[in-house]
């Protein structure tokens, strides 16, 4: 079992933008739920200061909960960083007035505690690039979502991924894996756009740099190390002849919403665990911190009586 966390600019909104809610979409989608325009989203982060983030008090209540790997969102589909980046300034050390490096942060804390550390890397949606992917479908995603930013740049027909990912993608990963130790994995998400040639080249990147590096499905066009399923995907068959993950949230969100208070009780979380683990399938289960940096209560709550009553059941 593992802790997805999903954090960043979209923490400050908590779901509500100009006095409307998001509904049943998924927090970290605000951006182009509400089709906020860069420049206005760019104000989050002037206010983006979460006092108390802990990255030990994070990898301290994984471990409570029995999990043995962490995955953090390093950059969304938003485009910004909570890494100091040399390529593009829109990060959380550059652009707000916290100024520390969370992703640097939580990878010491991950080896002081012999946690394996993980990163979630939006390789192709880019919202913050006038060359972000997502263009190319024709549906929508969940709530008429757009997967591409076309409320800022329009015209899906003059874009080409191809400058975004020789500009961004490439160089920033190439920066993930060299400046912060060993990464057990890289978590890419939602491709659309990104080519046969364009997703090998990835891969190859990352194994030259890391070569124990898992490198997950949805990095796109057949390729990676296991199988990413479907969000909140709760597999039936059993799968122990391939290596194979679940994200799955636990509320309903996976950036933090305020209002989303439908959570998963302990015994729920033990039964999934059970029933997926059983199948041969990892157990990566998410939590959203609010703004300031706090994992919410009921969610802390949850994951230190799943820890508990994982010991109490090893005990007998």
Known sequence: MGMMIHWGLYSLLAG???????????????????????????????AFNPIYFDAEEWVRLAKDAGMNYMVVTSKHHDGFCLFQSEVDSYNVVDATPFGRDVIGELADACRKHGMKFGLYYSQELDWHEPNGGGYLP??????????????????DTEKNFEECFRKKTL????????????????????????????SREL??????????????????????????????????EYMTDVLVESPTTLNHTWGFKYYDDDWKDAEKVLRIKKHLNERGVNYLLNVGPDHMGRIPVPAMDILREVGEKSKNALNG
Request: hydrophobic share 30%; proline share 6%.
């Open 16 to 46: 509500e933008y100009r006095g409307q809610r998001m509904g049943d979409m998924i927090g970290e989608w605000a951006q182009s739920y509400f089709r906020i325009p860069c420049k206005e989203y760019e104000k989050l982060a002037d």
């Open 171 to 198: 160089p920033q990963v190439r920066e993930l894996l060299t400046k912060y130790g060993d990464i057990c994995l890289i978590w890419f998400d939602t491709p659309h756009c990104i080519t046969p040639e364009q």
């Open 203 to 236: 891969y190859d990147l990352v194994k030259s740099l890391q070569p124990n590096c898992l490198i997950n499905s949805r990095i796109g066009n057949g390729l990676g190390d296991y199988t990413s399923m479907g969000d909140n995907e709760i597999p039936d």
């Open 138 to 155: 024709r549906h929508l995603n969940v709530c008429d979502t757009h997967w591409t930013n076309n409320w800022d740049f329009p015209n």
